[in-house]
């Protein structure tokens, strides 16, 4: 079993940074954050594998940053640039031990 805790949301202006946070309570292998809009279905944001490479939808190209910290059990994710479309809750996935968890969930808004 593992446990996801995501942390960092908060109410930025748009232009502004946030880094999200993922504290997992032990080693995952695959990991991502997902966000979803008041609304709308979930979405992919950025994705992390087991060997460091990521992947990210177009909108967050550029503007947001996928890490890990394999020693801390940590997952990152640096937002830059903020736009107010980016406003949902922010979720954080990993997978590993034949399953697939999910964090709670971490709210940003991006409004002036």
């Known amino acids: 079993q593992v446990q996801l805790v995501e942390s960092g949301g908060g109410l930025v202006q748009p232009g502004e940074s946030l880094r999200l946070s993922c504290a997992a309570t032990r080693s995952v292998f695959n990991s991502a954050w997902y966000r979803q809009a008041p609304g709308k279905e979930r979405e992919l944001v950025a994705g992390i594998d087991s060997g460091g490479r990521t992947d990210y939808r177009d909108s967050a190209k550029g503007r947001f940053t996928i890490s890990r910290d394999n020693a801390k059990n940590m997952v990152y994710l640096q937002m830059n640039s903020l736009k107010p479309e980016d406003t949902a809750v922010y979720f954080c996935?990993?997978?590993?031990?034949?399953?697939?968890?999910w964090g709670k969930g971490t709210l940003v808004t991006v409004s002036s």
């Open positions: 996935y990993a997978d590993g031990y034949n399953r697939s968890y």
